[in-house]
């Protein structure tokens, strides 16, 4: 198995949107380990000094504009033999901080509370890598759990280009803060090659991002690309090293809540051979329903299940 690196830069980033057409700026097989480093941030939001701008991300800056409203993503990279109907399995190996900064903003028809505020709040917020936490500006210091909030493969070809913001069946901007390190996330895959991106560093996040941001900065991420083609998705799902989880993203959030419950108890019946009825009750009495995001358009809902729970419960 290979082992590939790819840095952000004008050459190797897609801002603001997803398309099937993005040529990609690597091709590996079937089970090998790419590293990627990311960006993120408009001129914007860019800091003064202390705090250094990686030469790479004011490369970006000068040399491209958004497409779309949305993020900095590195990629696309292509899995040699992905088909359409296929799925990719991800395996988050390593997820370290980029730079030693990140920002959050709270801003007026913004967030959860889009009127509740008439004035952009910018923060920056120094990372402290050896300690891993993020100085919040009153002194407050929060552990950090970085994570990627956007990881995708290309959306099938007929739909075009889209904006990054909205999470969609083909992953893109899930902000779910489980997607840390030793995680591994399933995406259907949509088009020949998959075409793996991923963007929009989050240095630490709670559920439902009701602000609109993380501490948003730079990470670099390892991860294995695997394909299944003993799987078969519609809508992305996950295990972290306990837990089981499936996921679903629409404008309603009650909408939400249907589709990753019902995918749920799809995954218990397989997986144990229980009844969808006795699966059913089984989610009511041990799973959990957690409202990932609520800002990004389409709202986000995951529903997690302790892993141990299926091999008892089989049959």
Known sequence: MAEYRIDASPDTVHWGYFDAGLAPRLTAESGDTVTISTVSGGPEVMPQAPFAIPEAL?????????????????????????????????RIEDIQLHYDWGFTYVGPQKGALPDDFDEMHLMHIPLDRERMTGRMPW????????????????????????????????GGNLDNKELVAGTTLYLPIHVDGALFSVGDGHGVQ??????VTAIETGLIGTFGLHLREDMSLTWPMAETPTHVMTMAFDPDLDDCVVIA??????????????????AYALCSL?????????VNGNKGVHVMLDKSLLQKAQR
């Open 58 to 90: 004011t490369a970006v800056h000068a040399a491209m504009r958004p497409k779309l409203p949305g993020h900095i993503c590195t990629g696309p990279v292509a899995v040699r033999g992905a088909k359409a109907g296929q799925v990719l399995e991800v």
């Open 139 to 170: 002194g407050l210091e929060l552990p950090l759990r970085p994570f990627f909030g956007v990881m995708a493969v290309a959306p099938p070809a007929g739909w075009g280009s889209l904006s990054t913001l909205p999470p969609r069946r083909n």
């Open 206 to 211: 709670g559920d439902g991002e009701v602000c």
């Open 261 to 278: 419950l019902r995918s749920m108890i799809g995954l218990i019946v397989e997986r144990t051979g229980i009844t969808k009825a006795e």
């Open 286 to 294: 041990a799973a959990d329903l957690r409202i990932t995001q609520v």
